[in-house]
């Protein structure tokens, strides 16, 4: 059975695939019904029952997430007529706040309660996170990007969640961007034979090359490079960097590897044009959200 179409309109509207959340949804729900019904619910729930249930912020954070759990709950058998979104995906939101509001049958609501958790707290801590490093970083001109540093099988919604915080996404895939790193390099025989070994493969493509020093930047501006990630320099190598790529007003240099949220605004005052921080989708803390039964 397909999504409901309201739910599917809204993962439309968020920028999110349809297809791809519902396959993410189905198999997460697949995880708790594998073994069976959901005995606990059946015993404790009578049949027909239905309820009232609100979610809510145990702690302040950033939302997201919300088109997913519509997913979840439209999958579990949940009429997403009877979910109301008391915010939206991208509002900070204070312990405390009720960010949605359910009447459902109460066994459908009890089997996905869990899952439909599990989404809204990951994506929320994401966003979170996120927020963190774009505020850090605000008024600098430079951009919080992401990485392909994801879980498997939910890499749009977590990078929909990096959007919700106000980051930018990196590529998607191997194939929508090249992106030439150290192996890459190796096995071309530099970091300029690589590039034009990309370029003859994919002209046109969006391309950008690792460095790991100086003069590997200088070969790389020399090979017409336009986009330079700058791995793991400090600050003083960053700074230079910059200055080695002023005589190119159309290349874009983006810091990467070490970085801390501590010392983010210092690496954006180096001059750099992005930073990108796995982080935020491989190690960002989930944010407490709970549903709660209304009486």
């Known amino acids: 059975m ?24 189905r198999a997460a729900l697949e995880e708790d019904f594998r073994y069976g019904p959901d005995v606990t619910s059946a015993a404790t729930a009578g049949p027909g029952a239905k309820a009232a249930a609100g979610v809510v912020a145990r702690e302040p ?19 997403p007529d009877g979910v109301e979104a008391e915010r939206k995906d991208g509002e900070v939101i204070g ?12 066994r459908e609501l009890l ?17 979170t996170t996120t927020r963190r490093w774009t505020d850090a970083v605000a008024g600098t001109g430079t951009t919080v990007r992401d990485t392909r540093k994801t879980l498997p099988g939910l890499r749009q919604l977590e990078k929909y969640a990096v959007r919700c915080g106000g980051g930018m996404n990196h590529r998607m895939g191997l194939g929508d961007a090249a992106l030439i790193k ?15 070994a990309v370029r003859a493969a994919a002209p046109g493509l969006p391309l950008e090359v690792e460095c790991d020093d100086l003069d590997q930047v200088g070969e790389a501006l020399a090979a017409g490079a336009g986009l330079i990630l700058l791995d793991n320099m400090g600050l003083d190598d960053l700074r230079a960097a910059v ?53």
């Open 243 to 295: 200055a080695l790529a002023r005589p190119y007003p159309d290349v874009r240099l983006e810091a990467s590897g070490g970085l801390r949220l501590d010392t983010a605004r210092a690496v954006a005052d180096t001059g750099v044009h992005f930073i990108a921080v796995g982080a935020l989708t491989h190690s960002s803390p989930a944010l407490d959200l709970g549903l709660d039964l209304v009486s």
């Open 182 to 196: 150290d192996n890459h390099v190796a096995a071309a025989g530099g970091v300029a034979a690589a590039i034009r």
């Open 95 to 106: 312990r405390g706040s009720e960010v949605l509001r359910i009447t459902a049958p109460l």
């Open 2 to 25: 397909s999504l409901h179409p309201t739910v599917t309109e809204g993962l439309i509207a968020a920028g999110l695939d349809p297809g791809d959340t519902e396959r993410a949804v």
């Open 111 to 127: 089997g996905a309660e869990r899952t439909m958790l599990n989404f809204l707290t990951h994506l929320s801590g994401v966003a």
């Open 61 to 79: 954070g950033v939302l997201a997430g919300l088109p997913v759990a519509l997913a979840v709950l439209g999958a579990a058998g949940v009429d």
